[in-house]
């Protein structure tokens, strides 16, 4: 395979080497490649600005894994609506071979504040957020486009470089939400690269997919557990640690029948790992 990642971030980097490591030729698409491994073919470039036609190289799989530069509903839509638009026009107004899949990395965040309960992917979005709305039309654009694609909705991505929660925790500062049970659903970094990249070589994968781990925990639960992990203070209880917090349990469900499995099927096991690490 010969693929492009556009927002060659976080994730996208881990990705990257993964399939560099497994013989495929891969680019990165990113304001500033200079910090991209030398397995990655890096590409300057802006997704909004003139001339992006010419920096795509020839590739049969595209992953768009940009992210906002801030949290406004511009920085939403710019990169969301406006940056997905200018790559697939991009894409198919460039010669070469036609994208046989396009992966659009999205959020689970689209669902908003569900009270706790069970979501999927054919749960409605939330549409009242300029985060959710924003985020839906990059994902319709999509899937909309004639361009064999996919979406996963990740969930909090966690791991190596990633250690502000343990810090909290270690030093006392986590804080265990009140009146009740605020649901977190996580993955780690190298797992949700690890599914983009089995996206990208499903022979028929449905429209949409959860990148979360097996357990959604409460929060407390996960504090309570990462201070016995680190010999840490335990958390107190703080009813204002709830507020503007979005609660829901995500399902997993459709990625593992498509026969993902996970390296750190829950945060217990990818924290540990980062601990051992050093973290």
Not at 164 to 189: F, K, M, T, Y
Not at 197 to 206: F, M, N, V
Not at 209 to 232: F, H, I, K, M, S
């Amino acid at each position: 395979m010969k693929a492009l990642i556009a927002g060659c971030g976080y994730v996208g980097t881990e990705l990257g080497v993964q399939l560099a490591r497994e013989g495929h030729q891969v680019w990165g698409l990113k304001r500033d490649p200079s910090t991209l491994p030398p397995e990655i073919h890096g590409i300057q470039a802006d997704l909004l600005a003139p001339g992006l036609t010419s920096r795509l190289p020839p590739v049969d799989g595209v992953v768009y894994a940009a992210s906002a530069g801030g949290s406004s509903p511009d920085a939403y839509q710019a990169i969301y609506v406006e940056g997905v638009k200018a790559i697939l026009a991009g894409l198919k107004e460039r010669e070469g071979p036609p994208v046989r899949r396009f992966v659009f990395v999205s959020s689970t965040g689209v669902y908003g504040d569900s009270g706790g309960a069970w979501v999927d992917e054919e749960t409605p979005i939330d549409d009242q957020n300029f985060r959710s709305r924003f985020l839906g039309q990059g994902e319709a654009l999509v899937l909309e486009s004639g361009i064999p694609a996919t979406v996963l909705r990740l969930g909090g991505i966690y791991g190596p470089g990633r250690t502000r929660l343990l810090e909290r925790v270690r030093e006392g500062q986590a804080r265990c939400p009140g009146d009740g049970p605020i649901w977190s659903n996580r993955i780690h970094r190298d797992d949700a690269a690890r599914a983009i990249q089995h996206l990208l070589t499903l022979p028929a994968p449905k429209p949409i997919y959860l990148g979360v781990d097996d357990e959604p925990a409460p929060l407390c639960q996960v504090y309570r557990t990462l201070a016995g992990y680190l010999d840490a203070p335990e958390p107190v209880i703080d009813p204002d640690a709830s507020r503007r917090r979005s609660n829901k349990r995500c399902s997993n469900r459709r990625l593992r029948a498509s026969g993902f499995s996970f390296t750190y099927p829950s945060f217990r096991e990818g924290y540990r790992a980062m601990i051992a690490d050093g973290a």
